[in-house]
């Protein structure tokens, strides 16, 4: 088949995609601890024309017909920016790092820090799911004026004092490209070890989304025109076929 054709069918595909990912990240614009993803691409191969025909299947990281190779998605790991809630439990990371959190599925890690404490005294998400000290272990927090610091520590002040009651565990990843998203801020790290981070804990605020909706309505509507492009690429050179098929074959 024509290179042309094929050039246009990968490159719709591959916009077709990123297409996805722009709507996914703007949807979730507002979202909490947010990660967005941007597509990628590994390269372009020359020549390979007598690739066998099983190859024109457009898959992440597999070249089709020599053209090209889709390469996924990348997660941005950008700083989102803090919002002031005064809510004493809410806590928010500035720097690299996740808050891990015991889910049915197993332990997530999240930069989700709009906490809660539950009728026995339980720091847990929203969904009631326990946040995880730095043993990874659930944290138990008195009835008291919570105080959280840089470096994770939650005391609580009572009439009887202020005691420290535990360190919110904060954890990095040697290789955060192994992370598996889940869901819209939520990530799972299955057979990757985790290890300690230096992020800050801001008590008080939560961290948004790193996708600003302006940016996001820009790339959506740009991958939008380019899938277009891409379409009308791929209708000349399909109308350039029937052409020569009603013209020039009935001469041979």
């Known amino acids: 088949m024509d290179s042309g054709l094929y050039a246009a069918y990968t490159g719709l595909l591959a916009r077709t995609q990123a297409l996805d990912t722009a709507a996914n990240n703007l949807a979730n614009a507002g979202t909490n601890g947010f990660r967005a993803q941007r597509d990628y691409f590994s390269g372009v191969l020359a020549g390979g024309m007598d690739q066998d025909a099983s190859a024109g299947v457009s898959q992440v990281g597999q070249s089709v017909n020599g053209f090209g190779i889709l390469g996924g998605d990348l997660l941005d790991m950008g700083q989102g920016q803090l919002a002031t809630t005064g809510n004493p439990l809410d806590f928010a990371l500035q720097g ?34 326990p946040v995880l000290d730095v043993n990874q272990k659930a944290i138990t927090i008195p009835t008291g004026e919570v105080h959280v610091g840089p470096d994770g520590n939650i005391s609580v002040t009572t009439p009887d004092g202020t005691a420290l009651v535990g360190q919110v565990g904060v954890f990095d990843f040697a290789d955060r490209s192994a992370l598996i998203a889940e869901g819209t801020n939520r990530f799972a790290a299955d057979g990757v070890k985790p290890v300690a981070s230096d992020a800050t804990v801001v008590q008080g605020s939560v961290e948004g989304s790193n996708e600003d909706a302006i940016h996001g309505t820009m790339q959506l509507v740009l991958v939008q025109r380019q899938a277009e492009m891409m379409q009308k690429a791929l209708s000349v050179f399909d109308n350039s076929f029937d052409k020569v098929a009603a013209e020039d074959l009935p001469r041979v």
């Open 96 to 129: 690299q790092g996740f808050f891990a959190i015991q889910t049915k599925n197993g332990i997530r890690y999240t930069r989700d820090g709009a906490f809660l404490r539950s009728s026995t005294g339980v720091l847990e998400t929203g969904q009631g799911e």
